[in-house]
């Protein structure tokens, strides 16, 4: 097999082949574009693919981008969220150079979350083509082309990056080292303009997708560096014109990024130093390279046990076997020798800047170079070191493409080679998109109009300049789960005030600053005051709204212990049923009891709702209140003992059925079945309780 420089002419092609091969790669497309974003989706498209957490703030971040193009927003980078707080919006990911999209699709009449998934389909498209026209030049074919960018638009790799939406607006990526490798080739300064053009967008596309492509344009050159050493390019340093255009380039590129970067500086003093210790988990090990996701169809064999990593899902950066297969052969065609010289030079170029993009970012025995990369200005900003796949992988193609380019230049074995690597790809690609986190958008969308209903209900437009939402959370029997809860809680509430353009002081960022940290965690009257002073605002400026349209004095998590010893539980079904039990059922979620103004008292349950008592379900208890109402409230009356009986709205007290342990509230009068021990849970000094579940230090007082 001969090989031939990148510049050698094309082979002589039949006037049919060039439409073939533009509709080949047409219907890759198709077949990327349906068996992934269409597929996550769902048939009804009610699924939004990735972590919930992020998406719905990439989302958030989105809209508000949206209301400050049609004039509904003041200002863009102080995001009426965190209030008093300024400069909110440099605290994430910005998408600014991709925002536009989804304000399109918001303007045709879109919902939000719809907009959201229409945003994710043209980044999935843009990522494929763009690739494909990079890639094109390399590869000397459109069909090779198209099979390195479906891989790089779809491929099994990606799995592993979903559940952060910011990782795929990535379509300057390819552009900008196809424009550095002109650049490198032939001196000409317009390529050089070209790719710090394309860096600078890319940047404007989100910070860590630039922050990476940057990492790689860095290999790139070093790549070119070791494989041209005779002349160097460092040579043409010596032409003070040429000196001067790099100057320059750099300089437009700092001024044209400068909008930007100045907001993402100003925050940094707030969130502290991240220490080096705390990405090491992102960092990929040897082993990463090798371990697929579970949804890679054909190679589940690979998946292996998550729990082997410390951030499992940051590791699935197994590429498939194609891109294997065709950096194995990269030593045989080296050694070749019917390979022509330039186009070893190219292989060893690429080979050089996947190995050392590899290289500085591996966790070995922990240990990695990336020390010295984290130690460069702007990357220890960087948490997430997983996501430089996504610029290796563009690397990883181009050598892709550079070992197969000769197999398509004689017609018969390229007329062969675009029929069976097509299908070859897509097999080593096939998803599994129901082994991918997802959520229903349409659970999303009632969560936010309940808060909205709930904030609503209580708002009093007296002139305060923002709200804080502080709701009562159901105890959590991990710290994992609270945090869930937390982040669901602000979120929600951040999205609900965003429909009613009210400011809010809940809030959920990439990053938290430090003095924020408190009202996240405790969204309290006194995390809340701490807030305020430290902005140097009034308290009486912000109006603290819990949702439940009554006046709530004091809560705190508790077990209740029955008179004949078992311990009072929900069912984990969707009904709720109240019954006693062993402790050891009880522990995995107590009650978060609540005192209210006028001395009644409600039990907020495991399961997020009130218990009630069903007054039309045969006086049952059931843990399904979502609003506090009458059938929800009791009253506690002392009994002998240190035993309290509880009394319902009917007017009858809570009494323990024999043999099945259900609650009813049916008891005519006081007796020893009517007793109960509120049993307070001992909190440690870290917050966690000492059967595992969290205080009430996480609700407000």
């Known amino acids: 097999m001969e090989h031939v420089p990148m510049d050698a002419p094309a082979p002589k092609r039949h006037m049919w082949q060039r439409p073939a091969a533009w509709a080949l790669a047409t219907l890759l497309f198709v077949a990327g574009m349906w068996t992934v974003p269409l597929a996550l989706f769902g048939p009804d498209r009610d699924l939004i693919p990735g972590d919930p957490d992020e998406a719905r703030l990439d989302n958030y971040m989105l809209e508000h981008f949206h209301l400050y193009s049609i004039g509904k927003a003041d200002a863009y980078w102080d995001a009426p969220f965190m209030q008093p707080r300024k400069n909110t919006a440099a605290l994430s990911d910005n998408l600014l150079g991709t925002a536009p999209l989804y304000s399109v699709f918001r303007c045709l009449g879109n919902t939000r979350e719809a907009a959201f998934q229409g945003w994710m389909l043209?980044?999935?498209?843009?990522?494929?083509?763009?690739?494909?026209?990079?890639?094109?030049?390399?590869?000397?074919?459109?069909?090779?082309?198209?099979?390195?960018?479906?891989?790089?638009?779809?491929?099994?790799?990606?799995?592993?990056?979903?559940?952060?939406?910011?990782?795929?607006?990535?379509?300057?990526?390819?552009?900008?080292?196809?424009?550095?490798?002109?650049?490198?080739?032939?001196?000409?300064?317009?390529?050089?303009?070209?790719?710090?053009?394309?860096?600078?967008?890319?940047?404007?596309?989100?910070?860590?997708?630039?922050?990476?492509?940057?990492?790689?344009?860095?290999?790139?050159?070093?790549?070119?560096?070791?494989?041209?050493?005779?002349?160097?390019?460092?040579?043409?340093?010596?032409?003070?014109?040429?000196?001067?255009?790099?100057?320059?380039?750099?300089?437009?590129?700092?001024?044209?990024?400068?909008?930007?970067?100045?907001?993402?500086?100003?925050?940094?003093?707030?969130?502290?130093?991240?220490?080096?210790?705390?990405?090491?988990?992102?960092?990929?090990?040897?082993s990463s390279y090798f371990f697929a996701h579970p949804g890679a169809l054909s190679w589940r064999a690979l998946s292996g046990p998550v729990e082997a990593f410390t951030q499992g899902h940051d590791h699935f950066h197994f590429m498939g076997a194609l891109p294997w297969l065709t950096l194995l052969a990269v030593p045989f065609v080296l050694l070749s020798k019917r390979t022509a010289t330039e186009h070893k030079r190219l292989l060893i170029v690429l080979a050089a800047a996947l190995v050392l993009s590899v290289l500085f970012s591996l966790n070995i025995g922990g240990s990695s170079l990336y020390a010295l990369i984290y130690a460069l200005p702007g990357f220890s900003l960087l948490g997430d070191i997983d996501r430089y796949i996504n610029v290796q992988a563009i690397i990883f193609l181009a050598l892709f493409v550079a070992v197969l380019r000769p197999l398509f230049r004689k017609p018969r074995l390229a007329l062969l080679c675009s029929v069976l690597l097509p299908l070859l790809v897509v097999q080593d690609n096939r998803w599994d998109v129901g082994a991918i986190k997802r959520f229903d958008k349409f659970r999303s969308q009632d969560m936010v109009r309940e808060t909205a209903r709930r904030i609503m209900r209580e708002h009093k437009p007296d002139g305060t300049m923002a709200i804080a939402y502080t709701p009562y959370l159901a105890p959590a029997s991990t710290q994992e789960e609270r945090r869930d809860q937390l982040i669901t809680m602000h979120l929600n509430a951040m999205l609900a005030a965003q429909?009613?353009?009210l400011a809010v002081v809940n809030g959920h960022a990439h990053h938290h600053p430090e003095a924020f940290i408190p009202s996240f965690e405790h969204p309290d009257r006194y995390s809340l005051a701490a807030w305020c002073v430290s902005h140097g605002v009034a308290v009486d400026r912000v109006q603290r709204i819990d949702g439940l349209g009554l006046e709530v004095i004091e809560g705190d998590a508790v077990h209740i212990q029955s008179a004949y010893g078992g311990y009072v539980h929900t069912d984990a079904d969707q009904h709720g049923r109240v019954r006693t039990g062993p402790r050891m059922v009880a522990d995995q979620g107590p009650f978060l009891r609540l005192h209210t103004k006028d001395g009644r008292l409600a039990l907020l349950a495991p399961n997020g709702r009130f218990v009630c008592a069903e007054l039309e379900e045969d006086d049952r208890l059931a843990a399904t209140g979502s609003d506090l109402g009458d059938f929800g409230l009791f009253t506690a009356v002392e009994l002998d003992h240190g035993e309290v009986a509880f009394k319902a709205y009917n007017g009858r007290y809570v009494i323990v059925e024999p043999g099945t342990g259900l609650l009813y509230a049916s008891g005519d009068g006081l007796h020893s079945g009517t007793g109960f021990r509120i049993l307070p849970i001992l909190v440690d000094n870290s917050g966690q309780s000492a059967n595992g579940s969290h205080s009430s230090s996480s609700s407000p007082k």
């Open 122 to 286: 043209v980044l999935f498209a843009l990522n494929y083509w763009c690739c494909l026209l990079a890639l094109r030049k390399w590869a000397g074919s459109t069909v090779l082309a198209a099979c390195a960018a479906f891989i790089f638009a779809f491929g099994i790799y990606h799995m592993g990056q979903l559940h952060n939406a910011q990782a795929l607006p990535k379509f300057m990526m390819p552009v900008a080292l196809f424009f550095l490798w002109n650049h490198l080739r032939t001196g000409a300064w317009r390529w050089l303009l070209l790719a710090m053009l394309a860096t600078v967008y890319q940047f404007y596309c989100g910070i860590y997708p630039g922050s990476m492509l940057v990492y790689g344009l860095c290999f790139l050159f070093l790549g070119h560096l070791i494989a041209y050493r005779k002349p160097s390019f460092l040579q043409r340093f010596r032409n003070w014109r040429f000196s001067a255009v790099w100057a320059s380039s750099l300089v437009v590129a700092f001024l044209l990024l400068l909008p930007i970067t100045s907001h993402y500086m100003a925050v940094q003093p707030a969130l502290g130093q991240r220490d080096l210790s705390a990405i090491f988990p992102s960092l990929p090990r040897p």
């Open 499 to 501: 429909d009613l353009g």
